[in-house]
């Protein structure tokens, strides 16, 4: 009989998502919870980091409980414990890191201190057990926007990323500018869907510079100007604005293409990956080029802890004598994928 598939115990809560899942590393999700933190952000038409650390401290330790009892398995049972150690939000990262590390320590189980990047980037692989490495990873999100070589677990080469917003974080403030409230990005995609995306004129920053990154700011305060301008429908500045952001990555991604040839996949991680249009757009800008497309299911799209367990699995088949991280390692609210990556203008040098 062959070895039983390790079993990772992963905890989230880098923003406003209390997550914990149990993954095998034959690929199977065994169990997982996500408690959504959308009706205490609404009021605010985003997230309050203190609210969200607050609800994380408050549901995660009944939730881990929960998970294991619906598995039907106990601490003893688990291989090891991976719980994001950032980049996000220090309150909320704390409150998970704390809690691996407090089961780590009762359970004798090594603790994996996961980069939340790179459970978004490493998570198309386990829903899609052909994606080898390497591949070019587009990786947009609230807090990011970058293009990623994937060339293995840990090994990650930054090639472009945003000097302002995010796209996730662009389409969030589009939907407070138009009234549709929080989580933004889903309502503009369904707004979009009812509108004319050529009825407003709106700016593609950077598209076509010599430069690699992405620029968002100028896109949304033309939005605004847009809206406030009283001249055009609010679903066609949705489906406008939507379609000048498609316009954007692709011709990054375009420009990635060129420079550094080509990778047997384009995979596109993050939870604007869950945009159906982004996805179209990106599906017929990999078919161009030959390479095969890989998206994960939606749910793996947005913040979950089975991304997190996956990469916690990476991690123990990359390395089988891997004792676990030190107990007293620290949240980190600023985590890049590619430390080595030169720093770029404005602030992009978060990411």
Not at 155 to 176: M, S
Not at 245 to 255: S, V, Y
Not at 331 to 338: E, G, I, S, V, Y
Request: charged letters at 20%.
């Amino acid at each position: 009989m062959g070895e039983t598939a390790k079993i990772v115990l992963g905890i989230e809560s880098s923003c406003d998502e209390t997550a914990v899942a149990l993954v095998t590393a034959d690929r199977r999700v065994l169990a997982e919870r996500i408690a959504s933190q959308e009706a205490e952000h609404a009021p605010y038409g985003g997230v309050v980091p203190e609210i969200a650390a607050r609800a994380h401290a408050e549901r995660l330790a009944p939730m881990i409980e929960a998970v294991m009892e619906d598995a039907g398995l106990s601490l003893d049972n688990v291989d090891a414990i991976a719980a994001t150690a950032g980049p996000g939000l220090i309150g909320g990262v704390m409150v998970g890191l704390v809690s691996g590390k407090a089961l780590a320590m009762a359970s004798g189980k090594p603790l994996v201190a996961v980069n939340h990047l790179e459970g978004h980037a490493l998570s198309p692989r386990l829903a899609d057990s052909e994606l080898g490495f390497p591949y070019l990873l587009l990786l947009v999100s609230g807090g990011h926007c970058q293009i990623l070589a994937v060339e293995g677990v840990g090994t990650y080469r930054r090639l472009a990323t945003t000097i302002d917003d995010a796209l996730g974080e662009a389409f969030d403030k589009t939907a407070k500018i138009l009234g549709l409230g929080y989580p933004g990005g889903p309502a503009v995609e369904r707004l979009a869907l009812e509108g004319d995306a050529k009825a407003v004129s709106l700016p593609r920053p950077l598209k076509g510079s010599k430069e690699p990154h992405f620029s968002f700011a100028g896109l949304k305060s033309a939005v605004l100007r847009a809206f406030e301008s009283g001249e055009h429908e609010r679903a066609d500045i949705a489906a406008s604005f939507q379609q000048a952001a498609i316009d954007c990555i692709t011709d990054r991604l375009e420009k990635a293409l060129r420079e550094h040839g080509p990778l047997p996949a384009l995979v596109v991680a993050g939870g604007v990956a869950a945009n159906q249009s982004v996805r179209s757009a990106l599906e017929s800008l990999a078919a161009s080029h030959g390479m095969r497309f890989v998206a994960p299911p939606l749910k793996l799209c947005t913040d979950n802890a089975a991304m997190i367990a996956w990469a916690g699995c990476e991690r123990l088949e990359q390395e089988p004598d891997f004792a676990g991280d030190p107990l007293d390692l620290k949240a980190r609210p600023r985590w890049p994928l590619d430390p080595q990556a030169e720093a770029v203008r404005g602030a992009g040098v978060k990411a």
